[in-house]
């Protein structure tokens, strides 16, 4: 039997945590370590603190907040991170086909497949499903938690809209040591999924288990050009907009004209114009369907 640990974020789904230790005891899980924070941002701490007390396998209750904060105390150790959904998109869950249910997702911590996966670093700090600059960032950022809770998913819908008269900044962009691009961009994304924000599939032959970061560029400037963009997403064909430009890599820097927000899986930082982003192969174990992702 593993050594089991549960990290949550007791502001997620309320009325469900009482749920999730009814379903571990049933399970087996009697008395696991159990560590509950108010701020995703609290996790890392508390993660470990479960691996220094021996626990081998982690349950992370939230959002995709709360994975991108634990991944980087997970990374490169041998523990593995099995994640119960409890956030508004649950984008790294949807991802890798993790059910929503609490008993199916504790189920597949407890019995599913150990496999590893990559997870992409921006200015030192991990992230699981994406990471962008610019226009995504704004839109994050607008989307608050208490719009979110408003409106849900809707939220980045409203925030999206809000924001597609950004102004444009000027971009250098240096994948693996090579000049990949120079000129006006309005958003840079980095992804280690297909899948982000409204599922809507970005990058098309993303693995997360490939070595590589898929990087986007979007050039759209006004809210026709962006129209144009989002409708060619919508229909998975975001590589073929006149507006976007898609390579991969393994180490990116990238230098802009000024100061723009960027985003970590949905969770806004501080302005910055300079950012190094790289892939750590391999570094996460997580507990997945058997027949695979």
């Known amino acids: ?24 005891e049933r ?7 159990w560590h509950e924070v108010q701020k995703s941002r609290e996790a890392p701490k508390r993660v470990r603190q479960a691996l220094d007390s021996g626990a081998d396998l982690v349950f992370v209750w939230g959002g995709d907040g709360m994975v991108q ?7 490169n150790t041998k523990a593995a991170l099995a994640v119960v959904p409890a956030g508004t998109a649950n984008l790294f869950a949807a991802n890798l086909r993790i059910p929503d249910d609490i008993a199916q997702a504790v189920a597949l911590g407890l019995r599913g497949r150990r496999k590893k996966f990559d997870i992409g670093r921006m200015n030192g700090e991990s992230f699981a499903v994406f990471a962008g600059a610019g226009f995504d960032a704004s839109m994050v950022n607008d989307a608050s938690r208490k719009v ?10 409203w925030a999206g809209a809000k924001n597609l008269g950004a102004a444009p900044f000027q971009a250098t962009i240096d994948v693996d040591g090579d000049r990949w691009y120079g000129g006006p961009a309005s958003c840079i994304l980095f992804g280690n999924v297909r899948k982000m924000s409204g599922g809507l599939e970005v990058f098309e032959d993303a693995e997360p288990d490939d070595g590589l970061l898929d990087l986007g560029v979007v050039t759209a400037d006004g809210r026709a050009d962006w129209m144009r963009t989002l409708a060619r997403t919508a229909f998975g064909h975001a590589n073929r907009s006149r507006f976007v430009r898609v390579t991969r890599g393994r180490s990116v820097r990238v230098q802009l004209n000024r100061k723009v927000l960027y985003e970590l899986d949905g969770g806004a ?16 174990t997580v507990c997945v369907r058997e027949n695979g992702v």
Do not use: W
């Open 27 to 33: 399970e087996g899980v009697s008395n696991p370590m």
């Open 1 to 24: 039997m593993s050594s089991v640990a549960v990290v949550a974020n007791q502001n997620k789904r309320v009325g469900g945590l009482p749920e999730l230790r009814r379903i571990l």
């Open 148 to 157: 979110k809770r408003r409106l849900g998913r809707g939220a980045y819908v």
């Open 269 to 284: 930082r501080e302005k910055k114009k300079t950012f190094h982003v790289e892939i750590d192969p391999s570094a996460v």
């Open 69 to 75: 904060h634990c991944v980087g105390a997970l990374a």
